[in-house]
């Protein structure tokens, strides 16, 4: 198996969830190309979801180490150091990849949730340093000029906290279990800060207005800075341009099928081919054009295209029902086609080979009325008067010898020779 092909199957995964199995393509592909950086970077995302967060450093190290001048990979560094608590490490793996590409919006949410991270955690003790930025002279300005905490200042009971905290900035603990102090002291600090309830970036709602003094002290809870969310794994650019062509034949598909239905068959023949011609792994492109053939009567052209889409689909390992669709669709235009009762034998065992794909109500209706078909076409076939007189005077001349079995014989070929024979008894 090629590098790419294990990459392929490592990036689906992903993209599916399954981060043990893609971690595990991942790991043979880099067995095949060990110098590849984007493998490396793959899988320590990989890793990183699955919050192992060891390799997934080892891995990004590899990364840097083979491509230094790539800015994804101390996105990848920075991620991995993070979740294994080192914040000041990532702080620095994401500044130098933001000195690599300073437009990168990973990077840059990377590293403003590392410094946050980095944020020193103070002692009940040190509540005053902190808590003294409620005294600086651009307090209301600030909270007035966001229009997350703007609507905090028309709250009576959100004033009275700030203004004990101007008089009293050790009381700081005292409030920060009030999700919108820890919005403003987010403004403050001008970091993102998360409590146990809300999210610092949306604005909560005004608790009930306290009816007497402050709350009383509680124990400030502890803030644990959120695990780095890995980006998507890379992909390359035959991948990338493989997925848009898979789109732009899906387009297509979906205007052959528009066409199909308003019974303009030619455009729909050109979407369908269009969108084979765009991607060439998804039989239904076939079995589609197949449909608007029979339709058309050119019952030739459908039984080429669902055999092509029956051999195609057994390389890709197409789904069953695909399969016996095209099958299905291969039989009911070889009966279209049947002129003898030996014709309808291919078109029969064409919607058995169906059936053993799939089950499938209306192919079983297909069959039954093809071998009805046949046995018509059988008797049509075997229906000759002249035949069936010479029988019967055979069955006379038996009879008057009483030599009733080779009588009975006889009439019975004249009656299938030509059944309204009333001359048949004697």
Same mark, same amino acid.
């Given at each position: 198996?090629?590098?790419?092909?294990?990459?392929?199957?490592?990036?689906?995964?992903?993209?599916?969830?399954?981060?043990?199995?893609?971690?595990?393509?991942?790991?043979?592909?880099?067995?095949?190309?060990?110098?590849?950086?984007?493998?490396?970077?793959?899988?320590?995302?990989?890793?990183?979801?699955?919050?192992?967060?060891?390799?997934?450093?080892?891995?990004?190290?590899?990364?840097?180490?083979?491509?230094?001048?790539?800015?994804?990979?101390?996105?990848?560094?920075?991620?991995?150091?993070?979740?294994?608590?080192?914040?000041?490490?990532?702080?620095?793996?994401?500044?130098?990849?933001?000195?690599?590409?300073?437009?990168?919006?990973?990077?840059?949410?990377?590293?403003?949730?590392?410094?946050?991270?980095?944020?020193?955690?103070?002692?009940?003790?040190?509540?005053?340093?902190?808590?003294?930025?409620?005294?600086?002279?651009?307090?209301?300005?600030?909270?007035?000029?966001?229009?997350?905490?703007?609507?905090?200042?028309?709250?009576?009971?959100?004033?009275?906290?700030?203004?004990?905290?101007?008089?009293?900035?050790?009381?700081?603990?005292?409030?920060?279990?009030?999700?919108?102090?820890?919005?403003?002291?987010?403004?403050?600090?001008?970091?993102?800060?998360?409590?146990?309830?809300?999210?610092?970036?949306?604005?909560?709602?005004?608790?009930?207005?306290?009816?007497?003094?402050?709350?009383?002290?509680?124990?400030?809870?502890?803030?644990?800075?959120?695990?780095?969310?890995?980006?998507?794994?890379?992909?390359?650019?035959?991948?990338?341009?493989?997925?848009?062509?898979?789109?732009?034949?899906?387009? /297509?598909? *979906?205007? #052959? =099928?528009?066409?199909? @239905?308003?019974?303009?068959?030619?455009? %729909?023949?050109? &979407? $369908? !081919?269009? +969108?084979?011609?765009?991607?060439?792994?998804?039989?239904?492109?076939?079995?589609?054009?197949?449909?608007?053939?029979?339709?058309?009567?050119?019952?030739?052209?459908?039984?080429?295209?669902?055999?092509?889409?029956?051999?195609?689909?057994?390389?890709?390992?197409?789904?069953?029902?695909?399969?016996?669709?095209?099958?299905?669709?291969?039989?009911?235009?070889?009966?279209?086609?049947?002129?003898?009762?030996?014709?309808?034998?291919?078109?029969?065992?064409?919607?058995?080979?169906?059936?053993?794909?799939?089950?499938?109500?209306?192919?079983?209706?297909?069959?039954?009325?093809?071998?009805?078909?046949?046995?018509?076409?059988?008797?049509?076939?075997?229906?000759?008067?002249?035949?069936?007189?010479? /029988?019967? *005077?055979? #069955? =006379?001349?038996?009879? @008057?010898?009483?030599?009733?079995?080779? %009588?009975?014989? &006889? $009439? !019975?070929? +004249?009656?299938?020779?030509?059944?309204?024979?009333?001359?048949?008894?004697?």
């Amino acid at each position: 198996m090629a590098a790419d092909e294990a990459k392929a199957k490592g990036n689906a995964a992903f993209s599916a969830g399954r981060f043990e199995e893609a971690a595990g393509h991942f790991g043979d592909a880099i067995a095949l190309a060990p110098d590849n950086h984007v493998l490396f970077s793959n899988r320590s995302a990989a890793y990183a979801s699955l919050h192992r967060y060891k390799e997934a450093l080892a891995d990004a190290e590899r990364t840097v180490a083979l491509r230094p001048d790539w800015a994804k990979g101390y996105s990848r560094l920075g991620a991995a150091r993070l979740g294994s608590g080192d914040a000041a490490g990532a702080v620095e793996a994401y500044e130098k990849g933001l000195a690599l590409d300073p437009s990168n919006a990973a990077l840059k949410d990377g590293l403003a949730q590392a410094r946050s991270a980095a944020l020193p955690r103070r002692p009940a003790s040190g509540a005053d340093a902190i808590g003294k930025i409620f005294q600086g002279p651009d307090l209301w300005s600030k909270i007035a000029a966001d229009p997350t905490t703007r609507a905090y200042l028309d709250q009576p009971d959100f004033m009275q906290m700030l203004r004990d905290l101007q008089r009293n900035p050790g009381n700081l603990n005292n409030y920060l279990s009030d999700p919108r102090m820890m919005q403003v002291l987010s403004l403050m600090l001008n970091i993102k800060v998360q409590n146990q309830n809300n999210d610092a970036s949306e604005p909560a709602p005004a608790p009930t207005p306290a009816k007497s003094s402050p709350p009383p002290p509680q124990k400030q809870p502890e803030t644990k800075p959120r695990e780095p969310e890995p980006e998507p794994v890379e992909m390359t650019d035959e991948e990338k341009e493989r997925k848009e062509r898979k789109a732009a034949a899906q387009k /297509e598909k *979906e205007a #052959g =099928n528009a066409a199909y @239905k308003k019974k303009d068959f030619e455009t %729909a023949i050109q &979407h $369908y !081919t269009k +969108a084979m011609e765009l991607d060439d792994e998804d039989i239904s492109y076939l079995t589609n054009r197949a449909a608007v053939y029979l339709e058309m009567g050119q019952y030739d052209d459908c039984i080429k295209d669902c055999d092509m889409a029956v051999e195609r689909g057994r390389e890709l390992r197409a789904d069953f029902k695909m399969v016996s669709r095209a099958l299905t669709r291969k039989g009911t235009a070889l009966a279209k086609l049947a002129k003898s009762s030996k014709d309808y034998d291919v078109a029969i065992e064409t919607f058995q080979k169906a059936l053993t794909e799939h089950r499938n109500p209306d192919t079983l209706k297909r069959l039954n009325d093809a071998e009805r078909a046949k046995k018509e076409l059988e008797q049509q076939e075997y229906y000759d008067p002249k035949i069936a007189d010479e /029988e019967r *005077e055979k #069955g =006379n001349e038996f009879f @008057k010898q009483q030599k009733y079995p080779e %009588a009975v014989k &006889h $009439y !019975t070929e +004249a009656l299938r020779r030509n059944p309204k024979d009333p001359k048949v008894i004697p």
